[in-house]
């Protein structure tokens, strides 16, 4: 039995592909479709899926910093009308951003 959706079942939404078009404007004919859903103001679900899979291709696929991620995310937050978990994100976000990578943390050992 799955649980009520977050934003309702009717609302658009933006998955990780339109988040990384929009960010890395690296297909101008997305980027300036998705610009423009984005800057319609009607409101848009994102969801955590979405924003966890965008960090980890701007990390892992296309190696940017973690400062320029932070700052990608940021981006994303201030436009009102995306509706996503940002209270989690922000809490967690200078975490991710001024901590070091570790492959063996022993915070993670069991």
Do not use: Q
């Amino acid at each position: 039995m799955g649980g009520k959706p977050m934003f309702g079942n009717d609302m658009p939404s933006l998955d990780t592909n339109c988040l990384l078009r929009w960010l890395l404007g690296d297909v101008p004919e997305h980027t300036a479709i998705i610009t423009a859903v984005i800057n319609s103001e009607k409101n848009l679900a994102v969801a955590d899926a979405a924003l966890i899979e965008m960090i980890f291709v701007l990390e892992k696929v296309k190696k940017i910093s973690r400062e320029t991620i932070e700052k990608a995310v940021l981006a994303v937050f201030e436009k009102d009308n995306i509706l996503c978990n940002r209270g989690l994100f922000i809490e967690t976000l200078s975490v991710y951003t001024r901590c070091p990578k570790h492959r063996n943390c022993a915070a993670f050992d069991f």
